[in-house]
């Protein structure tokens, strides 16, 4: 059973930071490329994130390149998504997901294969 399991959402004043988490499974960690998406209600979904198998290729969406940071660790097999200098824009469900191509790097949502639950993340002005 694959899982993908966020958390870390919450809060935040804007200008502060959260550290979002994806939890994953052994097997997903090291056979998929991870990435973050976001969803307003009434929106569509947006890319924010991703990663490559051992932590290749990092990229960002230009509306939070310089103030996230992506990164995984091998010993929780986890992904994390450091999140600074938050703005009320920021606002959203934050989703992982994964892709069984450890090293492809897309921020088209659809080409994901697993996704999580999502966790709340709210920035106050």
């Known amino acids: 059973q694959v899982q993908l399991v966020e958390s870390g959402g919450g809060l935040v004043q804007a200008g502060g930071s959260l550290r979002l988490a994806c939890a994953t499974s052994?097997?997903?960690?090291?056979?998929?490329?991870i990435a973050w998406f976001r969803q307003v209600p009434g929106k569509e979904r947006e890319f924010v994130a991703a990663?490559?198998?051992?932590?290749?290729?990092?990229y960002y969406a230009d509306s939070v390149k310089g103030r996230f940071t992506i990164s995984r660790s091998s010993a929780k097999t986890t992904v994390y998504l450091e999140m600074n200098s938050l703005e009320p824009e920021d606002t959203a469900v934050y989703y992982c997901?994964?892709?069984?191509?450890?090293?492809?790097?897309?921020?088209?949502?659809?080409?994901?294969?697993?996704w999580g639950q999502g966790t709340q993340v709210t920035v106050s002005s």
């Open positions: 997901a994964a892709h069984d191509n450890p090293w492809v790097i897309t921020t088209n949502g659809p080409e994901y294969h697993y």
């Open positions: 052994g097997h997903i960690f090291s056979s998929n490329s």
């Open positions: 990663i490559a198998r051992g932590g290749a290729s990092p």
